[in-house]
T-cell receptor
Framework: AQSVTQLGSHVSVSEGALVLLRCNYSSSVPPYLFWYVQYPNQGLQLLLKYTSAATLVKGINGFEAEFKKSETSFHLTKPSAHMSDAAEYFCAVSDLGNAGGTSYGKLTFGQGTILTVHP | NAGVTQTPKFRILKIGQSMTLQCTQDMNHNYMYWYRQDPGMGLKLIYYSVGAGITDKGEVPNGYNVSRSTTEDFPLRLELAAPSQTSVYFC?????????????FGQGTRLTVV
């Protein structure tokens, strides 16, 4: 079974500091990985995704993530935090699906990391 | 473009009551999903649908039912509500069934069972 683990349920940074949110995955096949963000009282929206192309993936709002197979990691970073980045962030992996090879878009999520940004 | 719309946004139920969470999307997506989100647990898949008339169970289906009579709508029904069903419920849709497809989420329904 596929799984993702997010290290740290809460991360706090100062405005302008580096943001690093950690995600490790477990998968028997090359994974398809996602980072979603949830702003307060809103649904989830896609930040970026890895689908076996470039290992460094750039997303919206200045975020990027690097796929490292040797470390089974897909950590999310942003060089300089902004107050508007305060949200909950979820790492997710696409399910393997059935024998036909389709996952029907189903996702397995990590536990989530709440990012707080201090002035 | 509204995307995925969920109603209601908030609801309080008494134990044993039933209700239907509504979900509609205007993107003509065939694939739709219901997740529940519990603190510190991420999101868990309840049910999903691959088209009108076709649904299947996800990871945590017990206590829920779904139907899909149209492409646009995918309601989730709770029968005999229990405190363990207190959660935030998200409906989502995808355009394709491919592993790398982006999911579009509604704003969620916060349900409390007392």
């Amino acid at each position: 079974a596929q799984s993702v683990t997010q290290l740290g349920s809460h991360v706090s940074v100062s405005e302008g500091a580096l943001v690093l949110l950690r995600c490790n995955y477990s998968s028997s096949v090359p994974p398809y990985l996602f980072w979603y963000v949830q702003y307060p009282n809103q649904g989830l929206q896609l930040l970026l995704k890895y689908t076996s192309a470039a290992t460094l993936v750039k997303g919206i709002n200045g975020f990027e993530a690097e796929f490292k197979k040797s470390e089974t990691s897909f950590h999310l970073t942003k060089p300089s935090a902004h107050m508007s980045d305060a949200a909950e962030y979820f790492c997710a992996v696409s399910d393997l699906g059935n024998a036909g090879g389709t996952s029907y878009g189903k996702l397995t999520f990590g536990q989530g990391t709440i990012l707080t940004v201090h002035p | 473009n509204a995307g995925v719309t969920q109603t209601p946004k908030f609801r309080i139920l008494k134990i044993g009551q039933s209700m239907t969470l509504q979900c509609t999307q205007d993107m003509n997506h065939n694939y739709m999903y219901w997740y529940r989100q519990d603190p510190g647990m991420g999101l868990k898949l309840i049910y999903y649908s691959v088209g009108a008339g076709i649904t299947d169970k996800g990871e945590v289906p017990n206590g829920y039912n779904v139907s899909r009579s149209t492409t646009e709508d995918f309601p989730l029904r709770l029968e005999l509500a229990a405190p363990s069903q207190t959660s935030v419920y998200f409906c989502a849709s995808t355009a394709t069934r491919a592993r790398g497809t982006e999911a579009f989420f509604g704003q969620g329904t916060r349900l409390t069972v007392v």
